[in-house]
């Protein structure tokens, strides 16, 4: 092994060490990083913390890639499990990734879906990372329209005219970031995936204490199957 590789491999490690360390600082201080602290518990000067993440912003930024990165994994394992035809075991399976990744580790849930860190501004390279879970419920989707699997909206999943103004966004943002979505699918959609998500936030953030204890993942399963409903999925 050359001198350089020792070196990259050696700038890996200790990158490694200190998001390890910053990550265990999330479940005590939250966001509130300190390079400082972590500098101490690495036995490191600050300053050699420093060429690493010049910043706690570039800290936070790391940590907020690899924790949108490892929810996007646990999803998409979850989801390529099921058989592509099955739209509803698809939907089931990734909004159980999600919810079984954030029980497991919840200061990094709370890192990217909690309150926004003050001062801090997320770049654009956090972008992809955290649309990775999006994508797979916008495939999906796309999916069900390719096959002619998904019905077109009846009683129960029949949603109320947007404003032309709302419409217009609707139909910019659906012409970006699935085109073959027809808008009220879209529309389905993203309201599930919010809903999803509250789910899962209500529960991390103990808003379920003294209403639901014991069967926590059952109302869970409940409110996805309520959504696909909504959505169309059968």
Not at 67 to 83: P, S
Not at 124 to 136: N, Y
Not at 174 to 203: C, K, N, Y
Request: with cysteine; net charge negative.
């Amino acid at each position: 092994m050359t001198a350089k590789n020792i070196r990259a491999r050696v700038r890996d490690e200790l990158t490694s060490e200190i998001k390890a360390i910053a990550r265990r600082q999330l479940a005590t201080e939250g966001a509130n990083l300190s390079l400082r602290a972590v500098a101490r518990e690495l036995g490191m000067v600050s300053s050699a913390v420093y060429r690493y993440f010049p910043s706690r912003d570039d800290l936070l930024t790391a940590l907020i890639i690899d924790c949108y990165d490892e929810l996007g994994a646990a999803a998409e394992t979850a989801e390529a499990a099921v058989d592509r035809a099955d739209l509803l075991g698809r939907w089931l399976a990734i909004g159980h990734g999600i919810r079984d990744w954030a029980l497991a580790h919840p200061a990094e849930y709370a890192l990217i879906y909690g309150s926004p860190v003050p001062g801090y501004r997320a770049p654009q390279t956090t972008i992809g990372p955290a649309a990775r879970t999006t994508d797979l419920m916008l495939t999906m989707l796309a999916d069900g329209v390719a096959a002619g699997t998904l019905p077109a909206p009846g009683p129960d999943t029949a949603v109320l005219p947007p404003t032309p103004d709302l419409a217009a966004e609707l139909d910019r943002i659906g012409a970006l970031i699935s085109p073959t979505v027809p808008r009220d699918l879209l529309v389905r959609g993203l309201t599930g995936w919010i809903q999803m998500f509250g789910v899962v936030t209500f529960e991390l953030f103990g808003r379920f204490q003294n209403m639901i204890e014991d069967n926590r993942r059952a109302f869970y399963d409940h409110q996805l199957r309520v959504m696909a409903g909504h959505i169309g999925l059968r």
